[in-house]
């Protein structure tokens, strides 16, 4: 999208039309969190109010749930978002450092006589993404927290509906993080609205439960229609439920809203726009040779070079590890922008060094690699794993190495060795740096890389840099300090994908035929990974 291009794509605005238009005496409007990070939220954690919040308040929220995102930024700052709500803020399954709840776990709310009870709860690995953010705190059994409140409330509501910041399934193996157990250990719950994978459920019905999830950033909203029957002893049963997600970009933004959200808007889009250098010499990126498959994830490039160069420099560390979380991610030649730097960083995720052994990177990079598909005979393309995500796959520096995707996954990693040449050995020590994300989720815990009882890498220092922000920041301050506001793509062709020995005239041929719209990439099903499957000779045919 051009500079500065308006989005109807989804937002606050298009939603609150939604609203006006469906909204009756008897509708409830809840959110499930990650509201106040990402696309300049953060620029506004010293304002009155935020303008997240200032919109949801307008619409008259009657429920906010904290996401994981949340706790990106520290309790301090959570606890004055929520200071803000006018909305029941619940999550049940947080207690700060002194031991106070972070906020209730359920609500009662009465319309028209019908007494519902909503219960709000976060997923458990919080603890994962911000432990540092989290030290002293507790976070419990949201399934089982649940399970409490039922037993509480339910002779006192007619309907109970759980707001949930967790996705379908478990992640990390970790039991009652996803939906589905919540709904099967919680059969009298009448709806969960999920959240967390930002995965598109317009209702999917788990042990008699609904559950439904929207889209991230305001691209969709969940209507549910739930049909009550009145008892005879006055109490009402849910009789039927039906739900449908609306596309947002349907929509027309409310100008009411949008006026009283122009003065945060005009400022995120100075600060956007700050120049903080200028590209020289060539984009960082090259353009995909096939539109579904992005070039920076099946080649080194000077795009992914940067920010490990920038990790480095800022940690002083022996190699660095980093992923590209937009498939579209570049920067090309001419003026930087300070949003700019978001199309190489999308997330605001902190810088972490720690202390590694040769054989825990060997394990480390075997698991990341594991993000493309294993090569066979007559493939014509790269595919990717559509059971990982682009965020889970890191590309390496200050080491060379050889990923052969003929190899099955735990046995690609080959000729890895230190810049000089020397082959990294299992009982070298050396410091690593990567985001905060990758080190609390799987490398300073047992379940991914290092299976349990596995001597784990040594955390040195948490958040390098840190008044200064997280690895985008500092992305930013390199450009302008470290190279004098003059960048140079930078190349050193460290790594490479072997394997994929497949026959270049008809590799070209399926280049071809995908550009003409005659062969396609499918992406995974919940269109969370793309490029999951390779085409083939036979597709040729």
Not at 60 to 66: I, L
Not at 220 to 227: F, G, N, P
Request: net charge negative; aromatic share 6%.
């Amino acid at each position: 999208m051009p500079y500065n291009e308006e989005s109807k794509s989804g937002s606050m605005a298009q939603i609150a039309t939604a609203v006006k238009e469906l909204r009756t005496e008897n509708t409830l409007l809840v959110d499930a969190g990650d509201t106040i990070q990402d696309n300049s939220a953060d620029l506004f954690f010293d304002e009155e109010i935020h303008p997240m919040v200032l919109a949801m308040n307008e619409m008259k929220y009657d429920v906010w749930v904290t996401g994981n995102h949340e706790y990106n930024f520290g309790g301090d700052v959570l606890k004055k978002i929520i200071s803000q709500q006018k909305a029941a803020v619940l999550t049940g399954n947080v207690k700060d450092a002194e031991g106070n709840p972070l906020a209730d776990g359920y609500t009662i709310i009465e319309k028209n006589g019908v007494k519902i009870g909503v219960i709000g709860m976060v997923t458990p690995n919080i603890t994962r993404w911000d432990s540092a953010n989290l030290e002293g705190w507790t976070v419990t059994d949201p399934v089982e927290e649940t399970k409490k409140i039922i037993s509480e409330i339910k002779d006192q509501t007619d309907v109970l509906i759980a707001v949930m910041h967790m996705g379908m399934n478990n992640e990390y193996e970790v039991k009652n993080s996803g939906a589905t157990d919540l709904a099967n250990a919680c059969p009298e719950l009448d709806l969960i609205v999920a959240s967390h994978e930002h995965q598109l459920i317009p209702g999917e019905e788990v042990n008699g439960v609904l559950v439904v999830m929207n889209k991230n950033s305001a691209a969709t909203l969940a209507e549910v229609h739930l049909i009550l029957e009145k008892q005879e002893d006055g109490s009402w049963d849910v009789v039927d439920r039906t739900s449908e997600s609306l596309d947002m970009s349907k929509y027309a933004p409310d100008e009411e809203l949008m006026a009283k959200l122009a003065p945060y808007d005009e400022r995120a889009r100075e600060d956007a726009a700050v120049v903080i250098g200028r590209l020289e010499g060539g984009d960082l990126a090259p353009e995909n040779e096939i539109a579904e498959i992005p070039t920076a994830q099946i080649q080194d490039t000077a795009l992914i070079d940067l920010i490990n160069e920038v990790q480095m420099y800022y940690t002083d560390a022996d190699v660095s590890a980093a992923a590209l979380f937009n498939m579209n991610a570049n920067l090309k030649v001419g003026d930087i922008r300070k949003c700019d730097t978001a199309l190489v960083y999308k997330y605001a995720n902190t810088l972490y060094k720690l202390e590694m052994t040769g054989a825990q990177l060997k394990q480390y990079m075997e698991w990341t690699a594991s993000y493309y598909n294993t090569w066979k005979p007559k493939d014509l393309t790269i595919s990717f794993n559509p059971d990982m995500r682009a965020y889970q796959y890191d590309m390496f520096a200050g080491v060379n190495y050889e990923i052969n995707i003929a190899n099955e996954p735990g046995s690609r990693i080959q000729n890895l060795t230190w810049p000089d040449g020397t082959p990294v050995k299992d009982e070298d020590v050396f410091t690593i740096a990567v985001n905060n994300y990758r080190a609390s989720s799987q490398l300073l815990t047992a379940g991914e890389v290092y299976k349990e009882g596995d001597a784990l890498p040594k955390l040195l220092e948490i958040d390098v840099r840190g008044e200064v922000g997280g690895v985008r920041e500092l992305i930013g301050l390199y450009i302008n300090e470290v190279k004098g506001g003059v960048l140079t793509p930078s190349l050193d062709n460290n790594w490479k994908i072997v394997g994929n020995d497949w026959d270049a005239a008809k590799h070209d041929e399926a280049v071809k035929l995908l550009k003409e719209g005659k062969l396609t990439i499918p992406s995974s099903e919940d269109g969370r990974t793309p490029n999951v499957k390779s085409i083939t000779e036979a597709d040729l045919v």
